[in-house]
């Protein structure tokens, strides 16, 4: 058996928002790097490793006879969480894709508003986008953080459902509970962000006020 790997950053800040002894849905898996490491860490007790196309999926199950993990580590085909049942999993991974598809997929789970469940987000796109779907839904942002992967930020979060739409300010959409007054790592990621919105400024005035509310967190001046 092989000597067990150890997960890239963005995968492990994923992985340290998992609880102790929880069975974990990876969904959009690919490798299923994260739930094998997950289980064979002794993190989770089970994972089921979804994807929505064979390929994927046919990567995965190398992966999980690779590191003796067939007994902990189920391949499930699946659209989302369509094809995962609510006692399956407690904690829901969904990483590695855009804001409004995680958005759709949380709003395709017949289990996403139960609020024993925690789901960890990490959009490589659109991430304001998920988190006013978020807002508006009624699910709260419990933890966040960011991360660096060569030359790529990302951001994770855990959140769960909480029944009440959740009021912010415009800036929350664009960097959630993350702290770039105090965090060096949330500050260049906010920079990231206001880099952007400087950009999309040109074609779309609107977004100066938030840029200006981001720009000032940077600078510690509120």
């Keep these: 058996m092989h000597t067990l790997f150890t997960p890239d950053n963005r995968l492990a800040l994923c992985a340290s928002f998992v609880r102790d002894k929880v069975k974990v849905a990876d969904i959009g898996t690919d490798h299923a790097y994260l739930p094998v490491w997950l289980c064979l860490t002794g993190k989770a007790v089970s994972a089921v490793a979804a994807d929505i196309n064979p390929e994927p999926l046919s990567r995965g199950e190398l992966t999980i006879k ?38 759709k997929i949380m709003d395709n789970c017949p289990f996403s508003k139960n609020p024993e469940k925690r789901f960890i987000l990490q959009p490589m796109t659109k991430c304001s986008e998920l988190i006013k779907y978020l807002c508006e839904n009624g699910f709260e942002i ?15 979060m855990q959140v769960c459902y909480r029944g009440e739409k959740i009021p912010h300010e415009e800036d929350f959409l ?38 200006e509310i981001i720009r000032k967190r940077c600078e510690n001046n509120v």
Excluded at 142 to 149: A, N
């Design 66 to 103: 690779k590191y003796g993990a067939e007994k902990l580590v189920k391949t499930r085909l699946s659209d989302g969480l369509k094809n995962i049942k609510e006692d399956e999993a407690d904690d829901i991974i969904i990483a590695g894709m855009g804001g409004e598809l995680i958005a």
């Design 174 to 211: 664009y960097l959630g509970i993350l702290t770039p007054e105090t965090n060096e790592n949330h500050r260049e990621y906010a920079e990231l962000i206001l880099s952007r919105l400087e950009k999309q400024q040109r074609s779309n005035p609107g977004l100066k006020n938030v840029s």
């Design 142 to 156: 419990l933890r966040q953080d960011t991360c660096k992967e060569g030359k790529k930020l990302y951001t994770v």
